[in-house]
Structures are given as C-alpha cells and as structure tokens.
C-alpha cells in the first residue's frame, strides 16, 4: 500500500459552530470550509496544518456513526486518514493482509475524496480510514 501522507485527522464534535471557535481564536487557524454529507448524516468543518488537515466531524443524526461515537465516548479523536495513491488496490492490499474492512468499495466523502474505513479491530484501536483524489 503506498501511503503519500496524513490527509486529516478526523474529531467528532458535538456543536460545529463552538468547536470552530476554539480552533480559530484560540489556535489560530482558519476554517476554509464547512460541508454537509448527507448521506453519512454528518456536518464537517476543515482547517489546514501544512499539508495535514483537521476534520471537525458534527452528527446531524443521532443514530450516525458520529452521533453513536459521540454518546459511547465522547468527544474526542474519531479517525486517522491517509492518501493513498490507489484506493482500491489498497483495499485489496490491506484485506489480503487480513484486514477487516468496514468499506469493501471506496466511496465518496467530504471534499469530493474517495474515501474507505479499515475496521478498529484490525489496525490496533484505530478507525483508519483511506482517501484518493482519483
């Protein structure tokens, strides 16, 4: 799998709009975009660290994977993501290495990035999730 670098980083927020001002006021960095994808039933918020990004992700659901996240544990880190250069190869990859994946297919995501999740349960606690542009 050929990683090209941390896309974003993904946090789960309850209120959008008060977890902005604390990354613009109190960090210093601005919010370039804020998106709905409906059907992940989540609003996200971006800001740009270099070439890493940080995704703030709201539930507009209670019953979505944020909205679910959020009332297990919190707010909090949600995911990692990273740009591969292949997504579906990498999918491919990564189940032949006996990987479970959430997502068998990319997909789309925020910012128009094909987007697939690798299960916690195989990437040490972590939801991992895969972006390409392609």
Known sequence: ME???IEHIGIA???LEESIKYYENVLGLKCYAIEEVADQRVRTAFFKIGQTKIEL???????????KFIEKKGEGIHH??????????ALVEAESKGVRLIDSQPRKGAEGLNIAFLHPKST???????CSDK
């Open 3 to 5: 990683l090209t670098h």
């Open 13 to 15: 927020v309850s209120n």
């Open 57 to 67: 992700l709201e539930s507009t659901s209670p019953d979505s994977p944020i909205g």
């Open 80 to 89: 990692i993501a990273y740009s591969v250069k292949d997504i579906a190869g």
């Open 124 to 130: 040490g606690g972590v939801l991992t999730e895969l």
